[in-house]
């Protein structure tokens, strides 16, 4: 019984999701309102007392209720009835800041090419650093809070997208957000340095002598000898054929 409760109750949520307010959790579906349904669940684990939901219970769903209202095509899902879902339409007077979060890996690359759309069609952007960094704990454990400059961006050419409480746009510039400091970039030690560390790694609290002269002296000194010997047989050999 408390299964077939649980089960009804899942139905109910998608169907508030998939139905009406998508952008209450973080959504934003494509023009003909899908949504990936591996972002379904991701969004449904979130809401407390579902984070036992997988794949499979969607199929359980359609079990219990086979006209269940809900669409599948591929990787995708969406509401039979899609009239009342938020539209993505022209913002026409956006909030001043709004955030969006990247992964840690690729900010180097976002802060010299731009922010550039991640698992959507376009940038998802909210007008709260909670909402932005509740979509980027998705893709990131750590994801790195971004601040948009929505004024600058719109004088850059930038058009801002409202999908209900969501905000989208295609690109937005490098010049158009503010974020933490770039990381910094480690210095290649020389080799010269390498052998040296390498060396105190394995001579801990010793005096690290530099023998290559040494070598370069005894090297010298034996094809001293060797040449001496050549020469010295060389000269007895010419001297043992002069006649007297």
């Not at 770039?182 to 210095?187: A, F, G, N, Y």
């Amino acid at each position: 019984m408390d299964a077939l409760k649980s089960l009804k109750r899942l139905a109910r949520l998608i169907l508030y999701v998939l139905e009406r307010r998508p952008d209450e959790f973080g959504l934003v579906p494509d023009n003909e309102g899908y949504i990936k349904i591996k972002s379904l669940l991701r969004a449904v684990n979130e809401e407390e007392g579902f984070n036992y939901v997988r794949p499979f219970h969607i199929d359980d769903i359609f079990a219990l209720y086979p006209d269940f209202q809900v669409d599948i095509k591929d990787s995708l899902i969406r509401a039979k009835n899609i009239d009342n879902l938020p539209k993505q339409v022209i913002a026409l007077n956006p909030p001043k800041l709004l955030f969006t979060c990247v992964r840690g890996k690729a900010y180097v690359f976002v802060l010299e090419k731009g922010i550039h759309p991640v698992g959507n069609d376009r940038v998802v952007l909210s007008a709260t650093k909670e909402m932005a960094e509740r979509i980027g704990k998705r893709f990131d454990q750590a994801p790195l809070l971004l601040t948009v400059l929505v004024r600058k961006a719109l004088d850059s050419g930038v058009a801002f997208y409202s999908s209900g409480e969501l905000y989208c746009a295609d690109i937005i510039p490098p010049s158009c957000f503010t974020g933490p400091p770039p990381p910094k970039q480690k210095e290649e030690s020389k080799p010269a340095d390498k052998h040296k560390e390498s060396a105190l790694k394995t001579m801990p609290g010793s005096y690290i002598l530099n023998i290559e002269p040494d070598d370069d002296k005894k090297r010298r000194t034996q094809l001293q000898r060797e040449k001496k010997e050549i020469d010295w047989k060389k000269e007895r050999k010419r001297a043992s054929r002069i006649k007297y």
